[in-house]
Structures are given as structure tokens and as C-alpha cells.
């Protein structure tokens, strides 16, 4: 029987793996110097959280959750996104009694059952970060400046930024009244979709890609046009302040989370490299959220980024992640009794951090070297019959082939 991976998943080789801890210590680098704290939460949640924390309506929890009953006959839901339970955590640990603000990040797996297409897994890797306990705008602003460093240090720069404003509760309560009634007098030329969409979530609409639908939503009223004066300030803070910082962006009155507690504002970096799934990241404020999950009310912003799209569009930019890490010394033994010493001189130099490889495969001299050089290996170190009597290798240096004898007990001095 021949195995095959489960639709949508997908194997990380090791060739390919320096790019992942490439990103993932580019992304630690970065949270350290935004002084963000990793927070680590389980793989899966019970489902009520995400029912809750997301939203039933969603197509997140709507379609494309994996649940399953345990044993124990709970629901359980691996996680498909990353800040309800980052707020769950949050509130059961009492973090607010710690701290009045908090700065989280995480890079964790996600799951989604979505139909499976390039750039769209079924389980996906995000990281993430949500800012805790402040409505400045000044948390907008470093979260967006946050993903934005990640990028930059992985040689994307030419992504851009949609940003939006969608208010509080109540300025999206009359909005979404004026949207529905614009988009009941075209009802008959919306999707088939959109139409359903019209009586569960109206705002959903403006996110269809459909041609038809938009081209009715173009017309659409917008909901900064329904903002509050506060709101509208607050919003052109925003923008004020990534201006001052020499951030672009687009404003995109489209970019609306159909959630009932997402406040104010939403952002989304788009790239062109990443064809019909072309968001890297995105995220907005959630002010109502640990309210609804049963803390007292506290502001929140947060964002979630995929990371096996920033890697497709960091290499589409030509960015080489640095290169595969290969041993220091390849050491080649050519007897029994010089493989017992390989062994503990290796043993002895990967103590002081200096990496080895040696031949499992008791291969001939020539295939040994031939190795050595195929994983790239800066030193041989050879230890054959006359090595032995003498206590000392041949040190080959592979990149000008010049060799040198070295005792056994001095090879440390020269690998440094
Ligand atoms: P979302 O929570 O849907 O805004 O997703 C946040 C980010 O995660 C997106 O901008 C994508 O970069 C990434 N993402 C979401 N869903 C998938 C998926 N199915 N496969 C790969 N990446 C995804």
C-alpha cells in the first residue's frame, strides 16, 4: 500500500527547511526587538470557543472547521485561527492581573478545511501577534509596523497595505443597514452567494470576488461614510501616524471583517506575487471580543500571517534565506580503530559547538570525499593507518584543496 499525505497538507524536506528557520528566527529576532512575549497555545481548543470567538457565521466556523468529538465525548476543534485562543489564555491565566497591556506573538499550525489551491493549505503555519489592553493608536501602528519588519527582513518590500476603518458596533449597525438596502435594489444581478449572504452577513458581500458583484459593490455605500466624528478622527490618526512613519498604504473601503466585535481598524498586505490567494497577512482591532468571551471589556489588535506565503513570495523576490547548513568537518576514517577516534574527536569538537559528520555507510575513500563535498562540508579531517601510528590526521580544506597534518588532540586550535 503506498501512503499518501492528506489532501492539502504538505511535507517540509530537509532541503527546503533552512527557509522556515530562517523565517521563524526572523520572526523572533523581530518580536524581540518590538518587545513582544511568545505565547504557546494547544493545538486544539474546545469548540465553543471558536463558535464564540469567531463567530458561527464565519466561514471559518461555518465550513471549514475540523472538529471532532474525543473519547470523552467533548467537541473539539484543531485551531483555525490564532487570537480567540490567545484571548482564551489570556483570561484564564489572568494575564491582566500581571500586566495592564500585553504583547503577544506566536507562530503556531492552523487548520481549515478550505478546498486546497497554491498558496492554500488545509493546515498552514501563521504568526501572529495581538497587543492587549490599549486602544491607542499607537497599537495599530506597531503591530502593522511589526509584520512589516518581518517582511522587510525577508526581502519583501513590495507588498502593499490596505487599511480601513469600520467603527464600532453601532456605526456598522446603521452602515449595515444602508448597505443591505443598496444591495437589496440589485439583489437579482448579485452571486448566488451573495444573495444568501444578504440575509446572514450583508458585509460579507463586499469581500466577493464574483465580477458581478463587484460591480454593484463598487456603487456600495462605504462605511467611513457612516463613521462618527471620534471614529473618523481615530482613523485619521492612524494614517497620520504610518504617513509620518513613511509607511504606505491604500485605504480599502471593501476590507470589512463581518464580525460583530472587530472595531475600528482593519488591515490586509496583499502581494501580486501570490496570484488568486494574494493576502501575506492581515488583522484589525477586536475591542469587543474578550468582552464577548466573558472578561471585563478590554482593547485588543492583532494580526495573522502566513507563513508558507511570505516564503513562495520572499523566493519570488530572489531572496536565497541564507544556505543549508552543512558540518564544519567531515571526518574519514579509513579503519576500525580510526573510526573509535573519529568518534572521539568528534565527540570532543561538537561539545565546543563545531559540527561533524563521518561515513555510516562504510563506503570506499573516494566516496567518502565525494560526499564530503556533496553536503558541502568546509574541512576533512582523514585518519588512516599511518595517521594512527602518528597521532595525526590530514586536514583537507575543501576550498583550495590545501592539506595540512594536525594531531589528533590540536584539531580544535586549527578548525578555529
Ligand atoms: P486570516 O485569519 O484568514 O486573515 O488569515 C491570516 C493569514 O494566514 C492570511 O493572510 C494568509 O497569509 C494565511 N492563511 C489563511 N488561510 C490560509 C490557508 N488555508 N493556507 C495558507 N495560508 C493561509
Redo the contacts with the bound molecule.
Keep these: 500500500m503506498k501512503f499518501q499525505k492528506p489532501k492539502g497538507t504538505k511535507d517540509i524536506l530537509p532541503k527546503d527547511i533552512h527557509k522556515w528557520h530562517f523565517v521563524e528566527k526572523t520572526i523572533r529576532e523581530a518580536t524581540k526587538l518590538f518587545n513582544f512575549s511568545e505565547i504557546r497555545t494547544p493545538t486544539f481548543e474546545y469548540t465553543e470557543l471558536f463558535k464564540r470567538g469567531v463567530g458561527s457565521e464565519t466561514d ?1 466556523v461555518g465550513k471549514e472547521m475540523y472538529t471532532f468529538v474525543d473519547k470523552g465525548g467533548e467537541s473539539i476543534t484543531l485551531k483555525p ?1 490564532g487570537t480567540a485562543p490567545v484571548m482564551r489564555a489570556y483570561l484564564e491565566n489572568s494575564l491582566s492581573a500581571e500586566s495592564p497591556l500585553h504583547k503577544l506573538y506566536y507562530i503556531t499550525s ?1 487548520f ?1 478545511y ?1 478546498k486546497p489551491q497554491a ?4 493546515e ?1 503555519s ?1 504568526f501572529g501577534g495581538e497587543i492587549i489592553g490599549s486602544d491607542s493608536i499607537d497599537t495599530d501602528v506597531e503591530l502593522i509596523l511589526l509584520a512589516k519588519e518581518v517582511y522587510n527582513r525577508c526581502g519583501i518590500n513590495n507588498f502593499k497595505l490596505k487599511i480601513n476603518s469600520i467603527g464600532k458596533p453601532s456605526e456598522r449597525k446603521t452602515y449595515v443597514n444602508a448597505l443591505t438596502d443598496y444591495l437589496k435594489k440589485h439583489f437579482n444581478r448579485l452571486s448566488e452567494e451573495s444573495k444568501k449572504r444578504l440575509g446572514t452577513n450583508p458585509l460579507r458581500i463586499l469581500d466577493s470576488k464574483s465580477p458581478d458583484d463587484l460591480i454593484i459593490t463598487k456603487e456600495a455605500p462605504k462605511i467611513i461614510e457612516h463613521l462618527t466624528k471620534d471614529s473618523r478622527n481615530r482613523f485619521d490618526l492612524v494614517l497620520y501616524e504610518l504617513t509620518r512613519l513613511g509607511v504606505n498604504y491604500e485605504i480599502d473601503f471593501r476590507l470589512v471583517r463581518g464580525l460583530d466585535y472587530y472595531t475600528d481598524t482593519t488591515f ?2 496583499i502581494s501580486s506575487d501570490l496570484g488568486a ?1 494574494d ?5 484589525g482591532r477586536y475591542d469587543g471580543l474578550i468582552e464577548l468571551l466573558g472578561g471585563k471589556p478590554t482593547p485588543g489588535v492583532g494580526f ?3 507563513i ?2 511570505l516564503i513562495i513570495v520572499a523566493e519570488k523576490n530572489g531572496f536565497t534565506f541564507g544556505e543549508p547548513s552543512s558540518p564544519k568537518v567531515y571526518f574519514i576514517a579509513l579503519n576500525s580503530s580510526a573510526k573509535e577516534i573519529a568518534f572521539k574527536i568528534m565527540m570532543e569538537l561538537r561539545k565546543k559547538n563545531i559540527s561533524c559528520e563521518t561515513d555510516l555507510l562504510v563506503r570506499s575513500m573516494k566516496a567518502q570525499m565525494r560526499e564530503a563535498n556533496k553536503i558541502g562540508s568546509d574541512y576533512v579531517f582523514i585518519i588512516g593507518d599511518d595517521e594512527l601510528k602518528n597521532q595525526k590526521g590530514i586536514l583537507k580544506k575543501m576550498s583550495d584543496g590545501s592539506q595540512q597534518n594536525v594531531e589528533f588532540d590540536k584539531l580544535r586550535e586549527y578548525l578555529n
Design positions: 471559518i485561527e492552523m481549515r478550505e498558496g492554500r493549505y488545509r498552514h501563521q490586509e498586505f490567494q493576502a501575506l497577512g492581515g488583522g495573522g500571517s502566513g508558507e506565503r
